[in-house]
């Protein structure tokens, strides 16, 4: 950690170093070049250049300032590249990690199998472990697919039940982590709203399974839904870890992981960053929200009525009427 840091802390110092440096001579240069244009003229030991010598100052400020710049711009090259290197790195580190637990635990209940005859109720336990296992690399595989073809997959708009896919949602991320129903608290108005199902299935399950995972048990994780006149509204809060308010920005960007979450929940830093680039090809916004450390984190999500919504087709669970109860699931 202390090398990623100073590896950073680095270019920095001496871009700004070289900056301050270059603006130090070129004024120092045009402030005694100015004196001595005054005084030589002053005197008769040098002949006036009138607009010329406004024109050769001015030109100089101009390159000063394009040197300034590209200076500027080269040091944030620099810390760009050195900040994305380090966040790879984590990423190789956390997948790695994430590949070799699961493998490693299929790999010794098939040695167990192997060499002991196990009985019934122990043959039953060593599969189910195997296959939560295989539904955790699955899971893996399908988050950095997800990633890396957001730009590729075309959107497809459909009317939904919004209330059926939240309850589907929920449902899928319970059996996951084995929880009890009260652990996640769902409040969604019944209603019909047009959008890629697709896509909203996968940021209600990340979002879902970001507050589960960071949360200790039991979880305590609330899921409000509801529909205004232009709109969809999600609210996905917990009582988790929380985060500091520099890192509500800093949690969408692809890669990043909070130092102190990266350390106690493993993770490939992709999720939110699905999140929030679904959202935005929807038009819609994500807002997170934190009272600091240990006090739990709320998302805040938006998703617009697209154009020519009312051309779209239906789908065929649609069942429920705008307007209904709110559906506790």
């Not at 075309?154 to 084995?178: F, G, M, N």
């Not at 019944?190 to 960071?214: G, Q, R, W």
């Not at 916004?285 to 697209?306: D, M, N």
């Amino acid at each position: 950690m202390a090398r990623s840091r100073q590896s950073i802390a680095i270019p920095i110092l001496m871009g700004v170093l070289a900056i301050l440096f270059t603006i130090a001579i070129l004024v120092g240069w045009s402030i005694q070049f100015t004196n001595y244009y005054l005084l030589a003229t002053d005197r008769g030991r040098m002949f006036e250049m009138g607009a010329g010598y406004w024109i050769i100052l001015a030109v100089g400020c101009l390159f000063l300032c394009l040197t300034v710049a590209v200076l500027v711009l080269f040091l944030v090259s620099n810390v760009r590249k050195t900040l994305i290197v380090r966040q790879q790195n984590t990423f190789i580190d956390s997948v790695t990690h994430e590949l070799k637990s699961p493998l490693a635990s299929i790999r010794l209940c098939l040695e167990t199998f192997e060499l002991h005859d196990l009985e019934p109720e122990m043959q039953k336990k060593f599969l189910h472990m195997m296959l939560d296992d295989v539904s955790r690399l699955q899971q893996l595989v399908e988050h950095i697919l997800e990633a890396s073809r957001l730009e590729e997959r075309e959107l497809a708009y459909e009317h939904i039940d919004v209330a059926h896919h939240a309850e589907r949602c929920v449902a899928k991320i319970r059996e996951r982590y084995r929880l009890a129903a009260e652990e996640i608290e769902a409040h969604v108005k019944a209603c019909e709203f047009a959008l890629d199902p697709v896509a909203f299935d996968t940021i209600l399950l990340n979002l879902l399974d970001n507050a589960v995972k960071y949360s200790d048990r039991p979880a305590r994780v609330q899921l409000h839904l509801w529909r205004t006149p232009s709109s969809l509204r999600m609210r996905v809060e917990d009582q988790g870890v929380g985060l500091q308010r520099s890192q509500l920005k800093q949690i969408f960007r692809r890669f990043f992981r909070a130092p102190l979450l990266s350390r106690s929940v493993r993770g490939t830093g992709l999720g939110l960053y699905v999140v929030k680039s679904l959202l935005q090809r929807m038009g819609g916004k994500i807002k997170a929200e934190s009272e600091g450390p240990g006090l739990g984190t709320s998302f805040k999500l938006r998703f617009p009525v697209p154009k020519h919504a009312r051309d779209l087709p239906r789908d065929a669970s649609v069942s429920a009427a705008p307007g209904q109860e709110t559906t506790a699931l």
